[in-house]
Structure formats: structure tokens, C-alpha cells
């Protein structure tokens, strides 16, 4: 798809931010972990650090895709995202949701 396409799908669907800012929290949360266990940062800081992630990951999770390119991007971000299933190696709460998001959603969008 050219670019210009991909903007305008990207830019109609709010959940690619969302699935952008769950990833910076994932990061930030990682980065975080990896400093504690070097002992460079305190527990609190990692507690905290895994809030926002969470906290990012049921906001995303809880959002419907407007667009089936959404609800794509959406349900591969759940299976093999950086906070994905296989990359976890099991389900967490987040997963559940966003897939029953991604269905809710392609419901919706095939019966317009």
C-alpha cells in the first residue's frame, strides 16, 4: 500500500496510537526492569513502571477498531507484539479484551 494510504487508514483509526503508546509503555516498562535487576533503579520505580503498561495495555485493549486495517494491526499486536502472547509465552487479561475487540469490531465494520 503506498504510504500516502497508509497515513490515511493510520490517521482515521485512533487505535494505532493506541498500539503506539502501549509499546513505548512496554518499553519503558522493560528498560525499567532490566535497570533494576542490574540493581540501577529502585523497586518503586518498577512498580511504577509496570502500572503505566498496564495501564496502557487495557486502554488499547479496550478500544474497538474503526477500520479492518485497525483491527489487523490490533490482533497482531496482541499475538506477537512486544507484550504479545507468543512473546510472553501465556495470556494476560489485556490479550483477552483486545481479541474480543478486534471481533466486536470486524462485526461491526462487516455489517455496514
Keep these: 500500500m503506498p504510504k500516502a494510504g497508509r497515513q490515511a487508514i493510520t490517521s482515521r483509526d485512533p487505535i ?4 503506539e503508546n502501549h509499546c513505548r509503555m512496554a518499553d519503558a516498562y522493560y528498560e ?6 542490574e540493581g540501577h ?7 511504577q513502571a509496570s502500572h503505566a503498561e498496564a495501564k496502557a495495555a487495557r486502554k ?3 478500544a ?4 479492518v486495517g485497525g483491527a489487523a494491526a490490533l490482533l497482531e499486536h496482541t499475538l506477537n507484539g512486544r507484550a504479545g502472547l507468543f512473546y510472553l509465552g501465556g495470556e494476560t ?8 475487540s478486534v471481533t466486536t469490531a ?7
Design 93 to 100: 487479561e489485556w490479550h483477552r479484551e483486545a481479541l474480543r
Design 16 to 19: 494505532f496510537a493506541l498500539i
Design 106 to 112: 470486524l462485526e461491526k465494520i462487516a455489517s455496514i
Design 32 to 37: 525499567t526492569a532490566r535497570a533494576e535487576d
Design 41 to 47: 533503579t529502585r523497586m518503586c520505580e518498577l512498580a
Design 64 to 67: 474497538e477498531p474503526t477500520t
Design 60 to 62: 488499547m485493549a479496550k
